[in-house]
């Protein structure tokens, strides 16, 4: 049987995220962002880390943030292989600014 319905109740965010490669490269990945962690559109598993770093640009921020993300399952989805991280270790100034973000997307 087909699962339809939404796994998560929180609100997502739709942005590009910079994700460390398992040889130290940044690769761009387009994705979605909630409070709890991010979804990674079309990313290899073979190129990344179960634990990596994620750099993201969150609206009026200048600098971008880097957070410890945990990627806990890969999916197949829209002829992709799709990643599903959770945020590891943030700092209450991080989990703040995430919230304001989503906050702001969802006015």
């Not at 921020?61 to 270790?89: D, T």
């Amino acid at each position: 049987m087909v699962e339809h319905s939404e796994r998560r109740e929180s609100v997502r965010v739709p942005m590009t995220f910079q994700v460390a490669t398992t040889d130290g490269q940044w690769v761009a990945c387009a994705g979605d962002l909630s409070i709890n962690g991010l979804r990674l559109q079309d990313l290899s598993p073979f190129r990344f880390m179960p634990l990596t770093i994620v750099s993201l640009q969150l609206p009026d921020e200048l600098q971008p943030r880097r957070v410890q993300a945990v990627i806990k399952r890969y999916f197949i989805a829209e002829h992709a292989v799709h990643a599903a991280a959770i945020f590891e270790g943030l700092d209450f100034d991080t989990e703040v600014a995430i919230a304001r973000c989503i906050d702001a997307y969802s006015a």
